[in-house]
């Protein structure tokens, strides 16, 4: 379980540091997603928004699916109660983001609950944990090493004076594993940044293009969720919850049905869960386990 970054007393040239390598590892994300933005601020003028009310709309929900979908529906003139409820559903997946962060934001101070509350987007839960999940396994090879050479050649040669490393030293690397909190906020604050520059400059574009929407901007959408998806797809239930997913969202396009991305999210986590437990997956993903209780056996 990895201790998480409540106080934060670094330097604050530490801080400024997490905050770049944040920002960096977000930039290509924020890229990708111009077409969509210049789409969104486009789109709101063409349904008869004004230019500051579309800017608006970015800063103020930020949610880019959300907007579009909104923006299509009161464009064919749909009643505020099925865009309240579409927008719903589609926006539901950030309950299940949080719910999977909840652990190590809730010890964070309010004020920094609320601030990455409202930055969290699929790009920065998905930076987040990358990198929860890149310092892990370091650190789980690191911790491997350092057992492996401070264990003593026999154990008449082990001295009480010399124990060996623990993985709840305050030096040892697991025990640095933490939530750096500003490491999201360099990602979810220049995400928010990048997609209001980006609506700025459909609803500039919007204004002197006609028919901004055929150009097939659109497709950064999905560009951009094949992008956070691939890289995490690393076993074979995480590759079952995709493809699960995938297909349900497609049958639920199909068939119009409005609550599809929320069924397809549920089912595909669901066949991973199943597919883990059935073959034993998440079990063999913890060797580092049977090492520290090999240790502690020789310990004793």
Partial sequence: MPEYDIT??????????????????????????????ILAGSLALEI??????????????????????ALGMIKAGVGLGSILIT????????????????????????KWRLGLGFLLTDELFAISNHSQHTAKANN?????QNNQSDKPPDDTSHSPKQP????????SPLAR???????ALGGGLTFYIGWNIATLLGIIAGQSIDNLDELGLDFAIAATFIALVVP??????ILICVLV???????????????????ASLSGMFAGVTYAKLTGEHKRSEPVKSVDADSAGEQS
């Fill in 8 to 37: 934060d007393e670094r330097e604050p040239k530490l801080k400024r540091q997490s905050f770049l390598k944040g920002l960096l590892a977000v930039m290509p994300l924020t890229i990708a997603v111009i077409p969509w933005g």
């Fill in 48 to 69: 008869g928004l004004t230019a500051s009310q579309s800017q608006a709309m970015s800063a103020i929900i930020f949610a880019g699916s959300a907007q579009l979908v």
């Fill in 87 to 110: 927008t719903l559903l589609i926006t539901s997946r950030h309950l299940l983001y949080a719910m999977a962060m909840r652990s190590q934001i809730s010890p964070l101070p309010l």
């Fill in 140 to 144: 789980d090879s690191a911790e491997l």
């Fill in 164 to 171: 060996l490393s623990s993985s709840k030293s305050p030096s």
């Fill in 177 to 183: 594993h933490k939530f750096d909190r500003w490491y």
């Fill in 232 to 237: 995490t797809v690393k076993k074979p239930s």
């Fill in 245 to 263: 997913s995938l297909t349900l969202a497609v049958v639920c396009a199909v068939f119009d049905i409005q609550a599809g991305l929320l069924i």
